[in-house]
């Protein structure tokens, strides 16, 4: 096992996001907080899947490296979250990368179906910003600097 801080490898995070003020949170509060060297926002399922297959604007892998964790809203246009996360974990070049739900949606079907589908966990977004922002922090130390994985490069 390789731990990306023992490394020294950028810490990379793809944030798969149609809410601007939602991914400009998770932007700002991971900036703040110095938690990842890279954040990649995409803004709906499709350009999410774009980028992790490498197609269209994303096929330099320069431009759009592997990212170390994905966090995955639900609603997303184009291609639903659900849909997407299926992808990735059915992928395996992609199946490895841990993936967060990070979603308002709290409704049972959801987070069953997240689940079933292999999301490595499955948050629901904190309407008070302090919370947000806590999690947030939570969020990257956890998956960026405390779990280890297999990476694969």
């Known amino acids: 096992m390789k ?77 639903d979250g659900l849909e997407v996360l299926k992808e990735i974990k059915t992928t395996t070049e992609l199946e490895k990368i841990p993936t967060v739900v990070f979603t308002t949606s709290s409704a049972e079907m959801d987070v069953a179906k997240a689940y079933e589908y292999h999301a490595n966990s499955y948050l629901i977004k904190p309407v008070d910003f302090e919370k947000f922002n806590q999690l947030m922090d939570d969020i990257g130390f956890y998956w960026l600097a405390w779990n280890y994985h297999p990476w694969d490069d």
């Open 3 to 79: 731990n990306n801080k023992i490394s020294g490898e950028p810490v990379s995070v793809l944030l798969v996001e149609d809410n601007i003020s939602h991914a400009e949170l998770v932007i700002l509060s991971f900036e703040e907080h110095r938690i990842a060297n890279r954040i990649y926002h995409v803004s709906d399922g499709e350009e999410a899947l774009d980028y992790l297959f490498r197609r269209g604007d994303y096929a330099d892998p320069a431009k759009s490296p592997k990212p170390h964790v994905i966090l995955l809203d639900l609603r997303l246009p184009k291609i």
